[in-house]
């Protein structure tokens, strides 16, 4: 079989059973069959934890190379059996960029990084800045060519992996949830490069994502993956989507103008926070909002302007100017003149990264523990029901025995939300809840937040690149817009004390 065959998938697995653990009853892939054509642009869509991202790791050969275990299966790039390829001689067919960046990154810094890339496939080293300068202008990330990975905002980081991705000039490239700390701008700009690199020079192009209004115009195809990596449907594209449309109801997916704007703006609030004229170094300058108590407020804007920064200054990680207040039950006090145990007594975080908050060594201890912590009042049974009920509810009762390491990125949002909830805090901040989840997850996430903000009072600032969902769920949409928060949608919220925002 010649390799430069049209005909030949770029990516083929063909019966495919895997595992993470040697004595597993659990298969993560069950006799999975998948062909990604060549010089096609690919997009393949289905539930949190169905198997997509392992799916992609055996694909570009890192499973089971590093873990897990392979019953049964072949797995080819472009007709040549993976396991029969070095890593360099893989490269050059595929490349991967991982759903969470930072596991991807090798060096501190991103020059570090794009030169290591280019180590790896023996690039001569008088070539090497031409090529790394080239790649960090085109994604417009010249001034973090020096700057530590680790301070990079979860949108920089994975410009600079898609960077990384682009700089190899593999064949194929193979995405998982490219743009899920993307901005809308941003992931249409890289999506157009992709098309143009497509049509020019027939880069194939497979995209695992949960976002498919940003693909629909591009994509030749859209997959729906199943459990266990069984395709469900396939051939699906912008113009014969709506006779597809049932299987998306089914699986839970999403698909553009699933969400509908339902939030009933309601009476006014009086203020959970107050920032008046807030000053941030190199972020925000005469920042100013009311965020309404028992209310959904949205935080908008675009990679690196300043939304996580701006959750780490309010539980007092970051320095700041001007005023920021917090109502604790106590009236409006200057977060700042708040001592630290006080602040996160009533004010929890669900992080961008949430493996960065795990402490417990399995998904139903994670739960538990945080019902004990928070509310010392249960007993060990109520602590166990509690727990085992919300599992379900969230779809992670059968991992209940499973490391929070060993989830999907999806599932390790769901369990991060879930432990935060527990907190029964009077303020919860959450960066980038449903990064990495289907609709119907989402959804799930957001039913559960609503219900604690109507029945309990729960004040939420959400941290989010997703625009449908955020006019979906919020009573009050805040942006970052040249570095000053500006009101977008909602009522004006009750006026406290230094009110400044802006309308």
Not at 142 to 155: C, H, I, N
Not at 239 to 252: C, L, M, S, W, Y
Not at 406 to 422: I, N, P, Y
Not at 470 to 499: F, T
Request: aromatic content about 8%; charged content about 25%.
């Amino acid at each position: 079989m010649s390799e430069t065959s049209i005909h030949v998938p770029a990516i083929e697995l063909e019966h495919v059973t895997f595992r993470y653990f040697e004595h597993g009853k659990h298969n993560v892939l069950e006799d999975a069959c998948l062909k990604i054509p060549q010089g096609k642009i690919t997009v393949i869509a289905g539930n949190s934890g169905c198997g997509k991202s392992t799916m992609a790791a055996v694909a570009s050969g890192l499973y089971p190379e590093n873990g897990g275990v392979l019953s049964s299966g072949t797995i080819r790039l472009f007709g040549h059996p993976v396991n029969e390829l070095n890593p360099a001689a893989r490269s050059r067919y595929l490349s991967m960029m991982f759903q969470n960046p930072d596991l991807q990154f090798c060096m501190d810094t991103l020059r570090k990084e794009l030169r290591f890339c280019l180590e790896n496939i023996s690039v001569p080293r008088e070539e090497m800045d031409s090529k790394l300068e080239y790649w960090a202008e085109k994604m417009e990330m010249t001034p973090f060519l020096d700057r530590k990975l680790y301070t990079l905002s979860g949108g920089e980081k994975q410009k600079a992996a898609l960077a990384c991705l682009f700089l190899l000039g593999s064949r194929a490239i193979l995405m998982d949830e490219p743009f899920a700390n993307i901005d809308e701008k941003w992931a249409k700009e890289i999506i157009q490069w992709i098309v143009r690199q497509n049509r020019e020079q027939g880069l194939t192009v497979a995209a695992i994502d949960h976002r498919l209004d940003y693909w629909l115009t591009a994509a030749d195809e859209v997959i729906v993956m199943g459990k266990g990596g069984v395709i469900l449907d396939r051939g699906i594209n912008r113009e014969n989507f709506e006779d597809h449309r049932a299987v998306f109801d089914q699986e839970g997916l999403y698909y553009p103008g699933r969400y509908q704007p339902a939030v009933n703006i309601r009476e006014e609030r009086e203020p959970a926070l107050v920032l008046d004229q807030v000053f941030v170094e190199g972020l925000l300058d005469q920042a100013s909002a009311v965020i309404p108590k028992g209310q959904i407020t949205a935080l908008l804007g675009p990679s690196g302007c300043g939304k996580t920064t701006l959750f780490r200054t309010l539980l007092g990680k970051k320095s700041y100017g001007g005023s920021m207040k917090a109502d604790f039950g106590q009236g409006l006090r200057e977060i700042s003149g708040i001592r630290p145990k006080e602040r996160f007594l009533h004010m929890g975080i669900v992080f961008q990264n949430p493996s960065n908050q795990f402490i417990s060594q399995n998904v139903y201890q994670e739960v538990e523990e945080s019902y004990r912590r928070w509310q010392p009042g249960l007993n060990e049974g109520e602590r166990k029901e509690l727990a085992e009920e919300q599992l379900k509810a969230y779809g992670l009762g059968q991992y209940r025995k499973y490391s929070p390491y060993m989830l999907s990125q999806g599932q390790q949002r769901r369990l991060a939300v879930l432990a935060a909830l527990a907190g029964n805090q009077e303020i919860l901040l959450l960066d980038e809840p449903t990064y990495g989840q289907d609709y119907r997850s989402a959804m799930a996430i957001m039913e559960e937040l609503k219900e604690k903000v109507e029945k309990e009072g729960l004040t939420v600032l959400m941290a989010t690149h997703d625009r449908p969902l955020a006019q979906a769920v919020s009573h009050v949409i805040y942006e970052i817009q040249e570095k000053k928060l500006v009101r977008i949608s909602g009522q004006q919220p009750g006026k406290g004390e230094n009110d400044g925002a802006e309308n």
